[in-house]
């Protein structure tokens, strides 16, 4: 795009830049450029300032308890002692099970919508997918007290109960608000983002690829499975990664069904607490400066881990896309 | 052989199924959620919802006009912050972007994407809330800002490089200056593209509550200026959800109904907005 282009630049001196001196200097370009370069240096310098800012305000914290922070459990604001364990446990539970819900159901919703619906079906049902990434998580959550949670209350834990009782993760009692309702409502949340990268992945892949499988009489389904889903492999594990970071940092929603509880118990019907919820519920009521800290300290942790996902799942996606580019 | 040809025939079948299953799962919340926000919502939009205060704990009545207002003036300034930062960074990625600097920004901004909204709060709380020493507008609609900032680059970024060519070397040619050719053609162009991102970033952090729960805080009152403690239509929802007050709910659910459909609008009017011209 920029071999033309920069040839013709009237800066440049060229013999096409009728009307100007070789030597004159375009300044609004120059201006141009300049500002525009400074608003964009404006973003590696927000990002950078809240990396250093949250290790700042985590100061305190990270002194006091070291490593020993991710593995303490006990969270007691009265007694100024802090652990973060809980809120790791509940936030890494809940978006591996939000996860494991959301990725079938995405890459079926995927796999349906860029291969197998009638054309007229795609937009619609694309449509509604992506408004689901519109709703706002405080009305999941919202929906989530008042028809969620009764639901799975009275319906989905009980049969989960009956049906695998024997395993620790459904034992216990059962109030509807818990590790369980905010994982189905994190899968909600995540699905739109899982489909929408796993159809991009999908439409990366050339056309003949499965032409090939069907010309050999593979059925539809054999020729996704034998020409789509191999070469979409890195692609879906980085759709999956991007849900999972989005799940991490999700917190209205999780915050008003699991129950906020920093406890560690194996049952999913359990409440629990999150990062992200322990900060949203705590930051305003804390007041001393170690308790921020420690709150900042585990704001941190979520910044960290969700830019490492992130990096991962473009770095997967992209690897894919280049591919499909190239055959 | 025949058999197995049928066998074949059959998996084929119910792969297709389970798709249109998961769909059906996938699709299902929508329909509950925009059925409850309709169904319970309805009841409790009324003339004072739009127009009063919030009525004093445990009075029924009242309505959230403060909310109303409130989340409007954050996102103008979230919108008065970020987009002309983010448009201008755009079209630096796309005039300029193949330098490191350009590869740096880009990377930059796809980090930005993927923070969650309650650590650009806790950003916002330290070097805004600490620093004044009290919750406001200005710092809500700037970590709303900071949400919106990397959508607006990139798809700024990505629907400049889409104009054609063509437009850019006939204004080259025919002598005009590339700052003004970017403005006034390329931007131009570009503009339903980017109006339609800008509009999906506005829908977003127009629901945003995470970041403003220390950053505009809330308030039963009006603010008095922008400078003071803000009450918004998600912070509300959340605060009423929670309570154990059955007028509460009802204003949650009324406020919820207000949030869906300008959010509802704001997505499919985006989507009508690029259709006549993709």
């Known amino acids: 795009m920029n071999t033309l282009s920069t040839q013709l630049r009237p800066s440049s001196g060229s013999p096409l830049s009728v009307g100007r001196s070789a030597s004159q200097v375009n300044w609004g370009d120059r201006v141009f450029k300049v500002t525009t370069a400074g608003f964009a240096v404006l973003i590696i310098v927000t990002i950078t300032a809240m990396a250093l800012q949250m290790l700042v305000s985590s100061k305190l914290s990270l002194r006091e308890f070291g490593w020993g922070f991710l593995t303490s459990t006990d969270w007691n604001p009265v007694l100024g002692s802090f652990g973060a364990l809980p809120f790791i446990y509940g936030t890494v539970v809940s978006s591996l099970v939000a996860l494991a819900l959301a990725v079938p159901i995405s890459i079926g919703v995927a796999m349906y919508l860029s291969e197998m619906a009638p054309p007229a079906l795609r937009g619609p049902l694309a449509f509604s997918v992506e408004l689901l990434a519109a709703v706002p998580s405080v009305v999941y959550g919202l929906w989530g007290i008042f028809a969620l949670a009764p639901v799975m209350r009275d319906h989905v834990e009980p049969a989960l109960r009956t049906l695998f009782g024997f395993l620790p993760f459904f ?21 739109p983002t899982i489909t929408s990268v796993t159809r991009e992945v999908f439409k990366a892949i050339p056309r003949t690829y499965r032409e090939a499988a069907l010309a050999l009489g593979a059925t539809r389904w054999e020729s996704i499975r034998t020409g789509v889903l191999p070469v979409a492999r890195p692609g879906l594990v980085g759709a999956a990664i991007l849900g999972l970071g989005r799940a991490l940092g999700e917190t209205m929603a999780v915050t008003m069904l699991i129950g906020n509880r920093p406890e560690i118990s194996a049952s999913l019907f359990a409440p629990s607490y999150t990062m992200a919820s322990v900060i949203a519920n705590e930051f305003t009521e804390a007041t ?16 960290g881990v969700t830019i490492l996902l992130n990096l991962i799942a473009r770095f997967l996606v992209w690897r894919v896309a280049s591919a499909g580019g190239r055959a | 052989m025949r058999a197995n040809i049928r066998v074949r025939g059959l998996i084929d079948r119910a792969v297709t199924w389970l798709c249109v299953l998961a769909t059906a799962l996938a699709v299902v919340p929508l329909f509950s959620v925009l059925y409850y926000v309709a169904a319970r919502g309805l009841g409790g939009v009324n003339l004072a919802f739009f127009t009063e205060l919030p009525a004093p704990v445990g009075e029924v009545g009242g309505g959230a006009a403060n909310a109303i207002v409130g989340s409007l003036q954050l996102v103008g300034l979230a919108c008065l912050i970020g987009i002309p930062p983010g448009i201008l960074a755009g079209v630096y990625l796309a005039e300029y972007g193949n330098s490191a600097l350009g590869k740096l920004v880009r990377f930059s901004a796809d980090v930005m994407a993927g923070v969650p909204s309650i650590t650009v709060g806790l950003f916002v709380y330290a070097i805004v809330v600490l620093q004044t020493g009290h919750f406001s ?26 104009v054609p060519e063509a437009l850019r070397e006939a204004a080259l040619g025919l002598g005009v200056s590339k700052w003004r050719t970017t403005i006034s053609i390329l931007l131009r162009t570009a503009l339903p593209g980017v109006a339609t991102g800008v509009m999906l ?63 509802l609008l704001l997505n499919v009017s985006a989507r009508l907005l690029v259709r006549p011209r993709v």
Do not use: K
């Open chain 2, 137 to 162: 507008a200005y710092a809500g609609g700037l970590s709303l800002a900071i949400i919106m900032l990397p959508t607006v680059t990139r798809t700024t970024e990505e629907l400049l490089r889409l």
């Open chain 1, 171 to 191: 034992q216990g009692p059962n109030q509807g608000f818990g590790l369980l309702t905010g994982s189905v409502v994190l899968a909600i949340m995540i699905t």
């Open chain 2, 201 to 263: 970033a506005i829908a977003r952090v127009f629901g945003e509550t995470a970041p403003l729960l220390f950053t505009s805080f809330s308030n039963r009152y009006w603010a008095e200026s922008l400078n003071e403690p803000t009450a918004s239509l998600p912070v509300q929802i959340f605060t009423y959800a929670v309570s154990p007050y059955e007028d509460w709910h009802r204003q949650a659910w009324a406020a919820a109904l207000l949030l869906v459909v300008f959010v």
């Open chain 1, 288 to 303: 001393e400066d170690l308790y921020l800290a420690a709150l900042a300290e585990i704001g941190l942790l979520l910044f």
